[in-house]
């Protein structure tokens, strides 16, 4: 019973802490595996909008195939995260320390960069040549009038529709790929809101990272290449 309430106490002091962060990091026990309460930080950092990374930590009492299994646990459990890049790590030995200090960095860059409209809007015009968005129920196309940054911490997006959209949950992963291509916000979330022509209104959506979990090699930050085209 003490060590029921030592850990409820240690989860209400994490959970204070992420509310009061930037880019939380969740470090599991990788031989014992996910528990309740990592369950709830990650909830957590899901609703605040927090960038993250896990670490599994203790992984070199596992084997390759045990990780394998850990991976693919983290992955389907703490699905409300997927941004969240895991390290393999053991606090003990040292491995996989700077690892995941470097990428709490690069997520505080991430959280903190504000992209220009016209690099924005050229990779959203070269992507959608190639993969339109799809017609709406009653056959009407889905046009970007033109995509701007709203805000940094946490990154959010908004782009200008033709009309109010209707896309189904693969077709909002495409548009949040189409930014992550190019600047990869490690460890972040987007949010992205669409804004259709009927009296201004605003369609939000919080999309919630790439379609998988992020491997830890893409994290070198991109900049924009090449020229700019003109928007009205």
Known sequence: QQREEL????????????????????????????????????????????????????????????WEAFR??????????????????????????????ELVVEAGRWRRERLPKAPLNDVFQDALMIRPLPRTKTGGLQKLRYALQLETETPTFVLHMNRNVQLHSSDQKYVENI???????TATPLRIQYKGPDKGKKQQQQQDGSAARPHVDQRKKRSPKGGSRRYQ
């Open 72 to 101: 693919l646990k983290v992955e389907t459990d703490l699905r409300m995260i997927p941004w969240a890049p895991l390290v393999r790590a053991s606090v003990l030995t040292g491995q996989g320390v700077e690892e995941a200090m």
């Open 7 to 66: 850990d409820r106490m240690s989860v209400t002091r994490a959970l204070e802490t992420v509310e009061h962060s930037h880019v939380a990091v969740i470090m599991i026990d990788a031989s014992r595996g996910l528990v309740q309460q990592d369950k709830a930080i990650a909830d957590k950092v899901c609703k605040q909008a927090k960038s993250c990374i896990l670490v599994g930590n203790k992984s070199d009492l596992l084997t390759d195939k045990e």
């Open 179 to 185: 930014i992550r291509k190019r600047w990869p916000y």
